[in-house]
């Protein structure tokens, strides 16, 4: 039986005692029904995996007896950042969810001309609440030990001109191959629009920003779609798909 794999946010300590919190809490003794002595995995995020035992489980919460860390996660071999204009629903949660476990360590949502989920105010934090469980249940499943970095919501005017490294952007009628680039030294940034994507004033706004336009075949993608092969393709061609 594989052994359950559940994030902590709190920081974990080899060797002690620890409460957990009421969400892993409530997940291993209501959803996976554990008793005391069943054994599971926690991460906190900073890269480590900590084996831990349940000493204690009950109405009152669960509690677990750490044990060493295990070898930290390397550093990514390229780190790669995800410039996403938001599209509704599942099609944003598939599209973060398979990006985190394809490796990206930066997440950006950004709002474009085009978009069409409008969020502010109480709205925009139960979604980015919900984004941030996607992302975690994601490195849950891929066995990450470092959570990527989810930013707050942007929009995408305010946001090019930070100055991102390595800047790219997908659009099917450049001239360019993604395979014909020279390999990144710094990373990459990998911008890509929301349904319909990117509007001509955007992708031009890009450029200027020092973005390159690059076609990954003669197909149209749709947004859900262009990340995942933009990002496979990426950790195949310089990152570490082939380790």
């Known amino acids: 039986m594989r052994i359950p794999r559940v994030h902590v946010d709190q920081p974990l300590t080899a060797d002690a005692d ?12 209501q959803v996976l029904r554990l008793g005391p002595g069943a054994e599971v995995v926690l991460f906190d995020g900073s890269g480590h995996d900590f084996p831990a035992t349940i000493a204690h489980s009950g109405r009152d919460g669960v509690a677990v007896r750490l044990g060493a860390p295990g070898l930290a996660e390397p550093a990514p071999r390229l780190e790669i950042h995800l ?4 599209s509704k629903g599942e099609r944003m ?39 941030r469980g996607v992302i975690v249940s994601a490195c849950e499943q891929s066995g990450r030990r470092r959570l990527p970095r989810l930013d707050d919501l942007q929009a995408l005017p305010d946001w090019l001109p930070a100055g991102w490294p390595g800047g790219l952007i997908l659009d099917p009628r450049a001239e360019r191959a993604l395979t014909t680039l020279t390999p990144p030294e710094t990373g990459v940034t990998l911008l890509i629009g929301p349904e319909g994507g990117l509007s001509e004033r955007e992708i031009n706004q890009a450029r ?14 749709r947004t859900e779609t262009a990340p995942l092969a933009a990002i496979a393709l990426i950790q195949g061609l310089w990152g570490d798909l082939g380790d």
Do not use: M, N, Y
Request: net charge positive.
């Open 83 to 86: 410039a996403l204009g938001v």
């Open 93 to 131: 949660d598939f599209a973060l969810q398979k990006a985190v476990e394809l490796g990206v360590t930066r997440i950006t949502p950004l709002r474009t001309e085009r978009s069409v989920v409008r969020l502010d105010g109480a709205r925009l934090a139960r979604r980015l609440d919900h984004w």
């Open 18 to 29: 620890c409460a957990l919190p009421s969400g892993p809490a409530r997940h291993l003794a």
């Open 208 to 221: 200027a920003q020092g973005f390159t336009g690059v076609r990954l075949g003669p197909r149209v993608l």
